[in-house]
């Protein structure tokens, strides 16, 4: 039987296309360019999470009033299309999008808190990857004005090696693989392992059943 093969080496380095952005450019990239283009997923990872809000859809009547609309919704929109939404957040969501989950009990776009989650990503179909300063939030992403919102840097890319890290990465936390060795686990509001095993135990239960049978 031949040996087994060696796992692949990390590479210490590795030559990527990416695109710098820079401030007001995370909006036009990262939101029209990406967000409203989801076909399938999207994960986000932040430390802060706000009811954000942009500039309406180009070619919207909407954008031609000047009109600025709740980007968490338009996450929601698309959730209910059956896109893969996930958010993995560290803070607590804001007081104003507290309230509109509060209003909405059963937003169908999926939230998990860590509270050691700092990393800023969002991964869109699995294609095009953001990694970068800017949190989910008025100041990081949203329609704040250019002297008065955050200064934000960050890099966009459809490296696949890139994307299967990063990826990876941000679904062994959701997933809670990270938990049992975690140090806050005290202080954490729902260990994401325990959330994995409720998740599970419907699905045990079920096979169970049908092993009786």
């Given amino acids: 039987m031949p040996a087994p093969r060696p796992a692949p080496r990390r590479p210490d380095r590795r030559t990527a296309a990416i695109r710098l952005l820079r401030d007001a450019e995370h909006a036009d990239e990262v939101i029209e360019r990406g967000l409203r283009k989801v076909r399938t997923s999207v994960w986000i990872a932040t430390a802060n999470l706000k009811d954000v809000h942009v500039e309406a859809p180009v070619g919207t009547r909407a954008r031609a009033s000047g009109?600025?609309?709740?980007?968490?919704?338009?996450?929601?929109?698309?959730?209910?299309?059956n896109i893969d939404v996930r958010i993995l957040h560290a803070g607590p969501p804001s007081r104003v999008l507290t309230a509109r989950l509060k209003r909405s009990p059963h937003s169908p776009i999926l939230l998990r808190r860590c509270l050691r989650v700092h990393l800023k990503m969002i991964a869109i179909d699995g294609a095009i990857l953001y990694l970068?300063?800017?949190n989910?939030?008025?100041a990081g992403l949203g329609a704040k004005g250019n002297n008065r919102r955050n200064f934000e840097a960050g890099i966009v890319t459809d490296d696949e090696w890139l994307l299967d890290e990063m990826q990876s990465t941000f679904d062994t936390i959701w997933t809670g693989k990270r938990c049992a060795e975690?140090?806050?686990r005290a202080q954490c509001p729902k260990p994401l392992d325990e959330i994995?095993?409720?998740k599970d135990k419907p699905t045990q239960i079920v096979a169970r059943q049908r092993?009786?049978?």
């Fill in 132 to 134: 970068g300063s800017a």
């Fill in 136 to 138: 989910f939030t008025g």
């Fill in 182 to 184: 975690c140090q806050l």
């Fill in 211 to 213: 092993t009786r049978r």
């Fill in 196 to 198: 994995e095993r409720v």
């Fill in 67 to 81: 009109r600025y609309v709740s980007l968490f919704e338009e996450l929601e929109q698309a959730a209910n299309r």
